[in-house]
């Protein structure tokens, strides 16, 4: 499978957010998940997915805190706010609607 990160880019947040909608999570777990639903087609680089982090929390999409996972370095959690579960919805209806049109630029003929 060959995945254009250019298409997905456009979708960070909305992929990020529906992984927090499932629990919340810290970021090499979230990136791990990601990987694993795209039988390892697609993953985000570090930055990418720490600058999305801070972009999300500071337009109040997600909460941030210190986890107590016992001994060894402490991990950040997210967690997905009410707002962000509204803008979950907007980004998968935006998302439906360009599938639809793309479908119907790009579809097969007969």
Do not use: C
């Amino acid at each position: 499978m060959s995945i254009s990160a250019d298409i997905l880019r456009g979708h960070t947040d909305a992929i990020i957010l529906a992984r927090l909608r499932e629990g919340d999570s810290y970021g090499y777990e979230i990136n791990r998940k990601v990987s694993q639903l795209t039988g390892g087609a697609y993953g985000f680089k570090e930055a990418t997915l720490y600058t999305a982090f801070k972009r999300l929390e500071q337009n109040g999409l997600i909460t941030s805190y210190w986890g107590e996972d016992g001994p060894g370095a402490r991990r950040r959690y997210y967690a997905i706010t009410e707002a962000g579960m509204g803008q979950l919805a907007a980004d998968r209806q935006e998302w439906d609607e360009t599938k639809d049109v793309l479908d119907a630029l790009i579809a097969k003929e007969g």
